[in-house]
């Protein structure tokens, strides 16, 4: 079982930066690579970034890549996703979760490659 906290969400206007953070407990060394997701309402869940815990290996979605940076502590077996340059259409909730098969690509963009999710962190972006 692997745990997952996030923390960070809130209220920003547009053009404004957030960053996010993802603590994880409990088997956090069968953990192989975390990623970031979005949801937002009637929608399926988006992919945002990912990286892995070993190399830093890092995948962007299209979107994310140039405004969003993700990056890891391995010390504190935390990740963070700083967001930068917030549009409205940003807005969701931020999902961090944890991806346990050591095979393929780490940093998958699929769902439901993961395994482990936290509870999810709102971010609002305000025109």
């Known amino acids: 079982q692997v745990n997952l906290a996030e923390s960070g969400g809130g209220l920003v206007q547009d053009g404004g930066s957030l960053m996010l953070s993802c603590t994880a407990s409990?088997?956090?060394?069968?953990?192989?690579?975390m990623g970031w997701f979005r949801q937002t309402p009637g929608k399926e869940r988006e992919f945002v970034a990912a990286?892995?815990?070993?190399?830093?290996?890092?995948n962007y979605a299209d979107f994310a890549s140039g405004r969003f940076f993700v990056f890891r502590d391995n010390d504190e077996n935390t990740v963070y996703l700083q967001m930068n340059s917030l549009k409205p259409e940003d807005t969701a909730v931020y999902y961090c979760?944890?991806?346990?098969?050591?095979?393929?690509?780490?940093?998958?963009?699929?769902?439901?490659?993961?395994?482990?999710w936290g509870q999810g962190t709102q971010v609002t972006v305000s025109s």
């Open positions: 409990g088997r956090t060394y069968s953990s192989k690579a």
């Open positions: 979760a944890s991806h346990l098969d050591p095979s393929g690509r780490l940093t998958t963009s699929n769902a439901y490659e993961y395994d482990y």
């Open positions: 990286i892995s815990w070993s190399s830093g290996d890092t």
